[in-house]
């Protein structure tokens, strides 16, 4: 038994499903490699975890957002290709040298910067330009690009290795016009970089839904951990694949029950009397609340699992604890799992779901969730 009091479960099986039928979407004659993005503690489900069983599955390259990812994966033994996909300063480069990473550029001194580094280590370093075109985030106006690429071309130890983009709107359109533009723009700044140079720009949702910008590599995030970039692209995907590309959710995320309190009608639950029962309830504690991830914009609204069955939040949601309401879940215990996010019985909590009674995005309720709680890799 777990003896855990809070935990995450991560579902191998659910994530190589997902790479799977994502690597199923490329055209047989395309050459494209898949390369899921595991920044951000690998969105909540935990960095070298989530590595390992991307490795498992054929992954050989993998995405993060800073130098200090890079260097937790090297001392936990990855080999694969780590693209930095965040920015990254000038005083890093012997960090990223040491650690044999690649990292999208955009000044001249973090080139000098690079070379400098690489010539101490006897070694070379593959940089990616950002071109800028429409996002208006980390990329450079294809004039200037250009002459970043050159500035490259000219400099010993540093090699270009791929050129990029990011689309600004995609997850959140069905009408995409703004992203065909944009793909436009990226393949007209990019049509005399060599072949060998690669060229990438499709996030999740891009790749679901647009060939055209698969080029080289996809960066393949949100979609990897079986979940949707949005309803939209849901909407989309079942019209471009007929109902064909299925993603099942990776991650679980329980605690346990931990008290009981029988609350008298009348009574208050919780912070600022935000709660009063109309009737005596049977009141249980758990030891999540928004410091752990758990989001305060749940509070009055958001249901968890017990006993595969729904228990709604009472009150307002606490720095380290929640109150949930019991009264109709006989047997209801001491001990007992209670599931934030995910299966139980009949029952099915996601991480979605969470995100509509918080008033945000699913991305944002797993990646919050805090790292110190144990990721359990299950079959």
């Given at each position: 038994?777990?003896?855990?009091?809070?935990?995450?479960?991560?579902?191998?099986?659910?994530?190589?499903?997902?790479?799977?039928?994502?690597?199923?979407?490329?055209?047989?004659?395309?050459?494209?490699?898949?390369?899921?993005?595991?920044?951000?503690?690998?969105?909540?489900?935990?960095?070298?975890?989530?590595?390992?069983?991307?490795?498992?599955?054929?992954?050989?390259?993998?995405?993060?957002?800073?130098?200090?990812?890079?260097?937790?994966?090297?001392?936990?033994?990855?080999?694969?290709?780590?693209?930095?996909?965040?920015?990254?300063?000038?005083?890093?480069?012997?960090?990223?040298?040491?650690?044999?990473?690649?990292?999208?550029?955009?000044?001249?001194?973090?080139?000098?910067?690079?070379?400098?580094?690489?010539?101490?280590?006897?070694?070379?370093?593959?940089?990616?330009?950002?071109?800028?075109?429409?996002?208006?985030?980390?990329?450079?106006?294809?004039?200037?690009?250009?002459?970043?690429?050159?500035?490259?071309?000219?400099?010993?130890?540093?090699?270009?290795?791929?050129?990029?983009?990011?689309?600004?709107?995609?997850?959140?359109?069905?009408?995409?016009?703004?992203?065909?533009?944009?793909?436009?723009?990226?393949?007209?700044?990019?049509?005399?970089?060599?072949?060998?140079?690669?060229?990438?720009?499709?996030?999740?949702?891009?790749?679901?839904?647009?060939?055209?910008?698969?080029?080289?590599?996809?960066?393949?995030?949100?979609?990897?951990?079986?979940?949707?970039?949005?309803?939209?692209?849901?909407?989309?995907?079942?019209?471009?694949?007929?109902?064909?590309?299925?993603?099942?959710?990776?991650?679980?995320?329980?605690?346990?029950?931990?008290?009981?309190?029988?609350?008298?009608?009348?009574?208050?639950?919780?912070?600022?009397?935000?709660?009063?029962?109309?009737?005596?309830?049977?009141?249980?504690?758990?030891?999540?609340?928004?410091?752990?991830?758990?989001?305060?914009?749940?509070?009055?609204?958001?249901?968890?699992?017990?006993?595969?069955?729904?228990?709604?939040?009472?009150?307002?949601?606490?720095?380290?604890?929640?109150?949930?309401?019991?009264?109709?879940?006989?047997?209801?215990?001491?001990?007992?799992?209670?599931?934030?996010?995910?299966?139980?019985?009949?029952?099915?909590?996601?991480?979605?779901?969470?995100?509509?009674?918080?008033?945000?995005?699913?991305?944002e309720i797993v990646s919050r969730i805090h790292a110190r709680f144990p990721?359990?890799?299950?079959?």
């Amino acid at each position: 038994m777990n003896d855990q009091t809070t935990w995450v479960e991560i579902s191998r099986s659910a994530l190589q499903h997902n790479l799977s039928g994502l690597r199923r979407l490329f055209d047989s004659g395309h050459p494209s490699t898949l390369a899921p993005v595991i920044k951000a503690n690998a969105y909540g489900h935990g960095l070298c975890a989530i590595a390992d069983a991307c490795i498992e599955c054929g992954c050989d390259v993998l995405c993060i957002n800073e130098v200090e990812e890079g260097k937790i994966l090297r001392a936990h033994g990855v080999t694969a290709r780590l693209y930095v996909v965040g920015p990254t300063f000038p005083d890093e480069a012997p960090a990223i040298i040491a650690a044999d990473l690649e990292v999208v550029v955009f000044s001249e001194a973090q080139v000098r910067a690079l070379a400098e580094a690489a010539g101490a280590a006897g070694a070379t370093v593959g940089v990616h330009v950002k071109i800028e075109t429409g996002t208006h985030r980390q990329g450079l106006p294809p004039v200037q690009a250009k002459a970043l690429i050159q500035c490259i071309s000219d400099t010993p130890g540093v090699v270009l290795a791929g050129v990029t983009t990011h689309l600004a709107d995609v997850e959140d359109e069905t009408e995409h016009t703004f992203a065909r533009t944009q793909l436009e723009r990226f393949e007209r700044a990019t049509a005399d970089v060599p072949a060998e140079v690669w060229r990438h720009c499709a996030s999740s949702a891009a790749h679901i839904l647009f060939p055209s910008a698969r080029w080289d590599m996809v960066r393949v995030g949100i979609a990897t951990y079986g979940l949707w970039p949005s309803r939209e692209t849901r909407i989309s995907a079942d019209i471009v694949h007929k109902g064909a590309l299925s993603l099942a959710p990776v991650l679980s995320w329980r605690t346990r029950l931990i008290q009981l309190t029988e609350v008298k009608k009348g009574n208050y639950v919780g912070y600022g009397r935000a709660h009063r029962v109309s009737s005596d309830r049977r009141v249980g504690l758990l030891p999540v609340g928004y410091f752990d991830g758990f989001d305060r914009s749940a509070s009055g609204k958001g249901q968890v699992l017990v006993q595969g069955h729904r228990a709604p939040i009472l009150g307002r949601i606490c720095m380290n604890m929640t109150m949930v309401d019991v009264t109709d879940i006989e047997g209801a215990a001491v001990g007992d799992v209670v599931t934030l996010i995910g299966q139980d019985g009949d029952e099915y909590i996601g991480a979605t779901e969470l995100a509509e009674w918080s008033d945000t995005i699913n991305y944002e309720i797993v990646s919050r969730i805090h790292a110190r709680f144990p990721r359990i890799v299950l079959p």
